[in-house]
């Protein structure tokens, strides 16, 4: 069944159906931006959920900071964020073109909320580099916090910034069938069915 399909039994009337896909657009925003500059890893469909409501969430936070997990050499996440072609068929209340204009408000809505981390950038590194002691192994150097410099491209100005999200935007969605693969891939070995 598809996000949108299975949104659309647990919201009975038009009203609680358009408050579900708004909450799985802003939320679909946050989750696709947050993961990108902090490089959480294992964007598996077991690690993606998503509430009746709507809101899309992720439950596993093991690998971050460009961490990423490899299988026989082969490196799993092959795109910069999550953004599958069933999300946006959500985005688009059922339509798969991404020139609809849901579609457009949602990126720029993950353009704004880049824009406003990267506003924060220098807090953000100053909270991670103070986490360094904390033990986690994946944030144990100096070394560990030029991931979010690379994802935040602080030494960029804001146009050239916004340019280069859009780029991995692009690149997310034009090779969400690799996550789509990937997906296929790790519900095969684990016995899920869809």
Sequence with gaps: MSSRAW???SNKTDAELNKA???????CAGYSVATYVLGVADRHSDNIMVKRTGQLFHIDFGHILGHFKEK???RRERVPFVLTHDFVHVINKGQT???????????ERCEQA?????????????????MISTGLPELSSEKDLNYL???????????????HFRSKFDEALGNSWKTS????????SKNNTI
């Design 7 to 9: 949104l659309k039994e």
């Design 21 to 27: 896909i708004e909450d799985f657009t802003l939320s």
């Design 72 to 74: 026989f050499g082969f």
């Design 97 to 107: 073109r991404k020139e609809a204009i849901e579609f457009q408000l949602f990126q």
């Design 114 to 130: 880049f824009l406003i981390l990267r506003k924060h950038g220098s807090l953000i590194l100053s909270l991670f580099a103070m």
């Design 149 to 163: 410099r690379d994802t935040l491209v602080l030494e960029m100005s804001q146009e050239d910034a916004l340019t």
């Design 181 to 188: 693969l990937n997906w296929a891939t790790h519900n095969m």
